[in-house]
């Protein structure tokens, strides 16, 4: 009987007092040094055991006694939480990410999918690293620079005071994301090392980046495209919307200048390994007619026809486009 009444008490005070604490520093996935030279050992020491720990105990004293709440929902309901969460809440955020996209392996490299976006937003990885440092250098004072995928999808840059990051709800709508990369431009990251220097800090960070975590996180945000295994009818479709739109409204530049690609990319196309999922006979034949379509178009195009045919037969070609697109779409 006494035991129970023990326990009870243990429970009860273990569950209202600091003793109880909802959040914890997490284990280093490396050791201190492995980050070497880029990052020397006693600056990884102290700002994992002294900076981020500093952070998870005021974070649990800024939330005790109001109960247990996810580190995600907390950012997206900051506007809520005193400044002591907000700063402590950001700082355990910012850094247990941190900690993860960092990695001894020198020199990885983005997914294929990552890269791809990063082409499309950036034109390069090394416009992008160009971007984030210009950011990261441009921050006066403390904070972060961030990459994210948008509400939209997109890939964004973007800094933030303190230990503010993109899942804030007090951070400016446009800066709104979710984080796969963030890199901390607080002199406790650097100064040991490189003291003022943040941009030596910054030249040198990019060869311990971890782009397998990022990529993991990126794609885990970013679904896989339905035609991401089949590039060929992507770049039809490409070369198809920079031209039917455009003689949509009366202007035919594009495709009078673009016909031979199209036969190029229908052709490409038709010889293109069709995935598994798409392979039926009615693909096959429409892709055929896509061909042999093509070609009359060009010949239209090259004849200097009139506008009404080649439009004419360019509104045939999309609408065998969107065929295709369609026997993709079904149910089988
Ligand atoms: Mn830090």
Partial sequence: MKLRIILFALAFISFNSPLWAQFTLPAMPY???????????????IHHQRHHQAYVNGLNEALAGQGNISLEELMKNMSKYSDKARNNGGGHYNHSLFWTVL?????????????????????????????????????????WVWLSVGENKKLMVSSTPNQDNPLMDVVPQAQRGTPVL????????????YQNKRGEYLGNIWSVINWNEVSKRYESLVPKGKFDDWPAIKEFHKVMSETFHSAEEGNLDPIRKLSKVMVERAVTLSKSVIPSEF??????????????????LDDLVQKKAKDADITAKLTQLHDIFHKIVGLCSEEH
């Fill in 279 to 296: 392979d039926k006979k009615e693909v096959k034949a429409a892709i055929a007619d896509l061909v042999k379509e093509s070609k009359k």
């Fill in 182 to 193: 963030g890199i901390d431009v607080w002199e406790h990251a650097y100064y040991l090392k």
């Fill in 31 to 45: 050791a201190y040094d492995a980050l070497e030279p880029a990052i020397d050992s006693m600056t990884m020491r």
């Fill in 103 to 143: 990695t001894p392996v020198q020199n990885t490299q983005p997914s294929p999918r990552l890269l791809q976006a990063i082409q499309a937003s950036y034109g390069s990885l090394d416009s992008l690293k160009k971007l984030m440092n210009q950011a990261a250098l441009g921050r006066f004072g403390s904070g």
